[in-house]
């Protein structure tokens, strides 16, 4: 239940940053941002699952069905709301909804790869 918690409040922390700032990370207009928002989200995915994962002492058999617990929420919900998404995101511009879409399968699939990654072995020496 932790997990599924954790990835609606990432997918709503993510969402209301797209909702009042998406103008500056999806646009036709400047490319390099688009590039660097693509980019950027591989680290900060890795922030948002690696310590929770070791923190709540999962381990390597049980990292996957977490991974895939942080992913459901905003896979479900975005995919409601990218069918109104020019009523959500009010500042992006509907041509930019392809690329909006492609940008959370990114995600989401680095949300998912997190599940596959090993975690260290604690020992008490």
């Not at 993510?14 to 646009?27: E, K, L, M, N, P």
């Not at 991974?67 to 905003?74: E, K, Q, R, T, Y």
């Not at 959500?88 to 930019?96: G, R, S």
């Not at 909006?100 to 997190?114: C, E, P, Q």
Request: charged share 10%.
């Amino acid at each position: 239940m932790f997990f599924l918690i954790w990835g609606f409040l990432v997918w709503f922390s993510a969402s209301a940053i797209f909702r009042f700032t998406g103008q500056f990370f999806f646009s036709y207009e400047n490319p390099m941002l688009l590039v660097t928002s693509y980019i950027l989200v591989v680290p900060l995915i890795a922030v948002l699952t690696l310590p929770i994962y070791q923190w709540k002492n999962v381990n390597a058999d049980k990292r996957l069905k977490a991974a895939v617990f942080i992913a459901l929420p905003g896979m479900f919900i975005d995919a409601i709301v990218l069918i109104y998404f020019s009523d959500v995101f009010i500042n992006l511009d509907t041509e930019v909804n392809g690329m909006f879409g492609s940008w959370l399968l990114w995600a989401y699939s680095l949300i998912l790869l997190t599940g596959f990654i090993p975690g260290r072995k604690l020992t008490c020496e």
